[in-house]
């Protein structure tokens, strides 16, 4: 979690003050609970798949943090060779399928890897998450019911961060609990704090149970809140400082931290020594990303188009 809020604030610098990254940009801050928690609760193999507020379950799930970086920066280095940027993060070695532009399209793709493990006889379950805007796309609906109809091995999990980008749920649906959504289908769903990872934990486990054992999806709906903008360029008028500051009182590493030292799991001086640690990694993904080099102009088509001749063999 702390990795991540700090990988976040330190690209958001990097983007505001100094300049060194470009185009869209959304960050993660105040919803590292469901990253950890999911984390806890999962397996290596199992995919993982978003939206394009992606920074932070890309590190969850492995991936470098220079990688990462570098990707944000554009360079060869970076993830997806520079392509991508900041919403379209993408790493296969650790089960990590984006990062995606278009909202709610990852819900349909997070489906289709859920098929694909369960036509390959995998235990693997997929997480597929969206945000409370995604959960208005008409191809929510279409997935939920072949997904039901199916049994594939898939949790839903809705990040409600009460906007979508800059319009709350209440004017924008007549359902505002996104979970119940799932009961037209009947789809077992859960309405979870997402400000703590122990209940995010819990929550999770039980679905991926659910789906491990064949029993099919689950649509987790998790209520969180995001300090910053949509995006950097947000300027945000459509909610108080006070509201804001109301929801940094349960900011979830904060409460970890209590957590950890009322049970004395370990010091103030110790995780100071985490904190010193993470920010040594922060700081070394930028100086890795700004010595990487720029894309070759040769790799400008590739992983884009395909070579007409190229040979397809149908049996």
Known sequence: MQLIRQFESKSEEMYKMAGKIRGFFHVYNGQEAIAAGCMTATNHEDPFITGYRDHGLALAKGMSPNAAMAELYGKATGCSKGKGGSMHLFDKANNFYGGHGIVGA??????????AEQYRGSKNVVLCFFGDGAARQGMLHEVFNIAMLWKLPVVFICENNNYAMGTSIE???????????????????????????????????????????????????????????????????YRSKD????????????????????NQFATEATLQEIDEKINGIVEASVKFAEDSPWPDDSELLKDVYIDQNYPFIID
Do not use: C, W
């Not at 119940?180 to 929550?203: C, F, N, Q, R, W």
């Open 243 to 262: 509201e804001v500051e109301e929801y940094k009182d349960q900011d979830p590493i904060i409460k970890v931290r209590k957590t950890i030292l009322d």
């Open 171 to 237: 004017r924008t649906s007549n359902v505002i609990d996104i979970y119940k959504l799932a009961d037209a289908y009947e789809m077992p769903s859960d309405k979870l704090d997402g400000m703590t990872p122990e209940i995010v934990h819990e929550g999770v486990a039980r679905a991926v149970k659910r789906a491990r054992d064949g029993e099919g999806p689950t649509l987790l709906e998790m209520k969180t809140y995001r300090y910053r903008g949509h995006s950097v360029s947000d300027p945000q008028k």
């Open 106 to 115: 990852q819900i349909g793709t997070g489906a289709g890897l859920a098929f």
